[in-house]
Every structure is written in C-alpha cells, then in structure tokens.
C-alpha cells in the first residue's frame, strides 16, 4: 500500500515524496483515512512510528480543502512544538495560496493552527492572546507524556474551553490509568487503533528519514512581492520564534497562523 491508497491530496503526496517517503508506515495506513473521513480517533502506538505524519498529512489536506478550519494540537514541550511546526512547512509546500484569488477569498480559505504545551496556551489565552473557541479538530500529541511533564491538568483546563463538537485525535505510547479520566473528557466513542511494539523505530526501516528545512533563498522579485504584501507583526520579541515564522512565508505563509515557541507567542497572521 502506497500514500496514493490512503485518500491524500496529490499536492501532498508529491511534497511527501519529494522527502524520498515512498511506502507509508503501519500507523500512517491506519491512521490517516480514518482522520480524512472526521473520525475520533485514539491512537496508542511506540516511538519512532510516524505517528507525527500520521496526523499532518491528513490536516494539511483538510486545510487545502476545508475553509476556515481551527486546529490545536497540544505537545508535552516547546521543542516537539517546532518540530511538529516544521514538518506542517515541509509538507504543505505545494498547497501555497493561489495569488489569482483576492483579499477575502484568501482570508476566508487560511487556516489557524495553534501548536503549544497546555501550560503554554493557558499563559496566552489568560492574556487574550489566542481564541480558542472556535476550533475544529483537537490533536493531542501523546498525552502520557503530558502527563509525565504535569501538564496533564493544563490539559483539562483547556478541554473546558473548547467547544464539545470537533474531531478529536488523541495519540499515547502505553494506555495509563492516570490518564484515562481525561480521555474520558476528550474521547467518546473514538475508533481505537494500536500499534505493536516491534514497529518501533518504523520510519528508519522504511527509510522515513527526518525531513529538514528548505533554503530561504529567493528571487528579488520574490523578496519584493512579500514585503509588499506582508507586513511584520509581531506582540512579543523571540528571535527563536522569528526565525521560525520567517521559514513559513517561503510556503505563501499559509500554516499555521500561530506560531508558538518557547515562552512566546508570533502572531504571523499577517506577517
């Protein structure tokens, strides 16, 4: 079975191999059409099984084709935030905004992605600086390892601000007992898939190698088209932060609109 099998846009299967990804893992075959068809899903799989990809490539799709769509996914840390950031780049490149189209048909076609640890989005919401009330899809990206970082409550929290109609894509490497009263909260009647252990380390073995970031080298007329079109506005200083936006406007800046890093929030929206 190929990525052609699972329902994705040619847009992203041809990002997806241009990666060299030519055979889907097992969780990514389970996974993916079931998200494509707006499925609750929980996922309990180990690690180094493709699960990140298993759930981008899907979203990517439903951005290209849905408008509006609100997403959140919540991670145990900053640093699988941009990970997870880098990869919805990499892979949406060839989903990039057509510039036939005018002003309001693109704000109405652009995606919200929020990606942050619980502890993160509480500090932004409590200072407005993110809504979260409108979002459709919720992934949390393996919640015993929230619960291992004491996010676990964050989580709650925040599940109580979100509204109660959405799809909701939990992923975990072990089913926990601790976790299960939250998961209650989230998941009602999910399709429940699990990964066996000896697919562990899956995407080495299939040659899923860690996709890297592309040159930010452009045209002059390029630089010039984006600095008419875009003008930078950012609420909080973070060079970090920044630089990572920045990787976003070499895809038409399309996902996610909200980029969140360490402890700061770059609003690229319009930038």
């Given at each position: ?13 041809q990002?997806?191999?241009d990666?060299?990804?030519?055979e889907?893992?097992?969780?990514q075959?389970?996974?993916?059409p ?11 799989a ?7 990809c ?9 951005i ?6 609100n ?15 880098d990869?919805f780049?990499?892979?949406n490149k060839?989903?990039?905004i057509?510039?036939?189209k ?6 109405a ?7 942050a640890?619980?502890?993160l989005?509480?500090?932004n ?5 993110v809504?979260i009330?409108?979002i459709?899809?919720?992934?949390v990206?393996?919640?015993?390892l ?24 939990v ?12 998961l ?12 066996d252990?000896?697919?562990?380390s ?7 190698n860690?996709?890297t970031?592309?040159s ?12 008419n079109?875009?003008?930078t506005?950012?609420?909080r ?22 980029l969140?890093a360490?402890?700061?929030l ?6």
């Amino acid at each position: 079975m190929g990525f052609k099998d699972l329902g994705l846009n040619e847009k992203t299967i041809q990002a997806i191999e241009d990666l060299g990804y030519e055979e889907p893992t097992t969780v990514q075959k389970d996974v993916i059409p079931s998200i494509l068809e707006g499925k609750d899903i929980f996922t309990i799989a180990p690690a180094a099984c493709g699960k990140t990809c298993a759930y981008i490539f899907p979203l990517i799709d439903i951005i290209s084709q849905k408008a509006g769509q609100n997403i959140l996914i919540l991670t145990a840390d900053s640093k699988e935030s941009v990970n997870i950031s880098d990869k919805f780049a990499i892979f949406n490149k060839y989903h990039e905004i057509n510039e036939n189209k005018n002003e309001d048909e693109e704000d109405a076609k652009e995606a919200n992605v929020i990606i942050a640890s619980p502890s993160l989005l509480l500090e932004n919401i409590a200072e407005n600086s993110v809504d979260i009330s409108n979002i459709n899809i919720l992934v949390v990206d393996d919640i015993n390892l929230i619960k291992k970082k004491r996010e676990l409550i964050n989580l709650e929290k925040i599940l109580e601000l979100l509204p109660v109609d959405k799809q909701n894509i939990v992923f975990t490497t072990r089913r926990s007992k601790e976790t299960q009263d939250t998961l209650d909260k989230i998941l009602k009647t999910p399709a429940e898939i699990k990964i066996d252990k000896n697919k562990e380390s899956e995407v080495t073995e299939i040659n899923q190698n860690e996709p890297t970031m592309p040159s930010l080298k452009t045209t002059e007329k390029q630089t010039k088209e984006r600095k008419n079109r875009y003008q930078t506005r950012v609420q909080r200083q973070d060079k970090k932060a920044l630089d990572l936006a920045k990787r976003h406007k070499i895809f038409g800046n399309k996902t996610p609109d909200f980029l969140l890093a360490d402890t700061q929030l770059v609003d690229i929206a319009d930038s």
